[in-house]
């Protein structure tokens, strides 16, 4: 994130340190929590970065994760080839969630209306808003078709020759990884080019690394899906608006994530003072989701401290 906002000539920024470059306007962390009762759902960057930036400010927080571990979409991150520094990135947000003792961390607990209402929060957080986008095609609700959020987190199981629908940083991951299990991978973009708005830094690296493993993918642009079948994907070309079929025995998915508005509308409906963080809000990077709960946490003025 660093590399890419330098060599854009754009304002430095860090994934890892969202007060980056802006240091002067997050000078002084005000500390007037007085111990009131916050609560932030979801527990991957932006909800941990929210949680302890609150708690630093003495709040008490109350962090719930349906899941049986910290993380959140990090912990799918990391499982492609290279991974190692977001790995270590995960385990170091945790790590800083875990020391502070004003945060109580509650895993394998779904977040209720009911039960955090029982908590009496003066604000809530949600950083757990986000899911896979699915098209509404024919054929997608086949049992050959498969998210690669699924996938990396092994709820899915992949089969024979697959086709990767969407070449952004979490397709091709996902693809080298597929290629690194034995697989014959053919990657479908409908853009003109491969990775659309990646850095080109990391989208070469990404792509050479890629061409000379033994079983090189298939780049295939310009090309829409339209449907799937058991017998792969249906396109059509952008250019010609010729259509074609992708063999393939399963389909995965990457093309983005959405932010899941049945999962929020109850909270901001019950509570007044909800914020929305990271893809909860509008899907992004980790930096984004990084800036945003640190940003959120920071200027958060429930109504009980303003009177």
């Not at 527990?43 to 109350?62: I, Q, S």
């Not at 910290?70 to 995960?90: C, M, S, Y």
């Amino acid at each position: 994130m660093c590399f890419q906002a330098l060599s854009e000539g754009k304002h430095t920024v860090c994934a890892v340190n969202p007060r980056t470059g802006r240091e002067r306007e997050f000078s002084g962390l005000t500390k007037d929590g007085d111990g009131q009762s916050v609560v932030v759902i979801g527990g991957g960057p932006g909800g941990m970065e929210a949680a302890k930036t609150l708690a630093d400010r003495n709040f008490k927080v109350t962090l719930f994760d349906s899941g049986d571990e910290l993380g959140g979409t990090l912990n799918l991150a990391v499982v492609p080839p290279f991974k190692d520094k977001i790995e270590l990135f995960r385990d170091h947000l945790i790590n800083q969630v875990n020391k502070r003792e004003n945060i109580e961390v509650r895993l394998g607990e779904t977040a209720t209306v009911e039960n955090v209402k029982a908590l009496d929060p003066v604000g809530v957080f949600i950083a757990a808003g986000a899911k896979p986008i699915i098209p509404m095609l024919p054929g997608m609700d086949g049992s050959t078709v498969v998210t690669a959020e699924d996938y990396l987190a092994e709820k899915a199981k992949v089969k024979g020759k697959v086709v990767v629908v969407g070449s952004g940083m979490t397709g091709l991951e996902t693809a080298e990884k597929l290629i690194n299990e034995g697989h014959e991978v053919t990657i479908v973009e409908k853009a003109k080019d491969i990775g659309p708005g990646m850095n080109p830094t990391l989208l070469i690296d990404q792509t050479t690394r890629m061409k000379k493993l033994d079983k090189a993918p298939v780049f295939m642009t310009n090309k829409q899906m339209i449907g799937a079948s058991d017998q792969g994907i249906k396109t059509l070309d952008s250019i010609d608006h010729s259509m074609g079929v992708v063999p393939a025995d399963t389909v995965v998915l990457s093309l983005g994530v959405a932010p899941d508005k049945t999962g929020t509308e109850p909270f901001v409906a019950a509570f007044p003072e909800t914020k929305l963080i990271g893809d909860a809000s509008q899907s992004g990077q980790i930096a984004d989701a990084m800036k945003d709960g640190y940003t959120k946490a920071y200027v958060f003025e429930p109504e009980v401290v303003k009177q």
